[in-house]
């Protein structure tokens, strides 16, 4: 049945799928394509024949000049407009030659703070262990007080249970004595 007002869905049609290699060819293609779009904004069509340009992409040893002269491709509206913006931050690569591994390092302002903030703890541990901290001092003064309530109360329950020993003991003696009589 057709309902009026309502037009058929797309979930009926035939649906296509790509295989695999379709998709391997459309990207290597892509890639090709774009190679060969490097390669005209590199040097052109002239460029091509310039022994200069062939002896560069042949020697990767000689590319360090290079480097410093590579700027990267800008992307949209980059290339059209030079911006001079001093707070940004222009990432150098640096060579493994160049690297000083043995020189000292420079910690952040967070590991810094960090660091100085284990060691304060630690200090304060051992302060507090030796009983120099006030925390220290009041968790001292409120053992002395415990100890001492838990004393009185032994010492009571020890008086307890010899009046309750003695009570028995005469208890017992009554009985005996009027058994005997």
């Given at each position: 049945?057709?309902?009026?007002g309502r037009k058929g869905g797309h979930k009926g049609r035939a649906r296509q799928y790509t295989s695999p290699e379709e998709i391997?060819?459309?990207l290597?293609?892509?890639k090709q394509k774009a190679r060969e779009e490097e390669e005209q904004e590199e040097g052109g069509e002239g460029a091509r024949g310039d022994p200069k340009k062939e002896k560069k992409s042949l020697d990767s040893d000689e590319s360090d000049e290079d480097d410093e002269d590579y700027q990267q491709k800008r992307k949209g509206v980059e290339g059209l407009i030079d911006i001079e913006n001093p707070n940004r931050v222009i990432q150098t690569t640096k060579k493994v030659t160049q690297l000083d591994l043995d020189g000292p390092k420079e910690l952040s302002r967070r590991e810094r703070e960090e660091i100085e903030k284990q060691k304060a703890k630690e200090r304060y541990m051992k302060m507090h262990l030796a009983g120099k901290t006030e925390q220290a001092k009041a968790d001292l003064a409120r053992l002395a007080i415990i100890r001492k309530q838990r004393e009185e109360?032994?010492?009571?329950?020890?008086?307890e249970r010899k009046a309750k020993d003695e009570a028995a003991m005469a208890g017992k003696r009554l009985q005996s004595l009027s058994l005997n009589k």
């Open positions: 049945l057709f309902c009026a391997d060819a459309q290597q293609a892509e109360a032994a010492r009571k329950k020890e008086e």
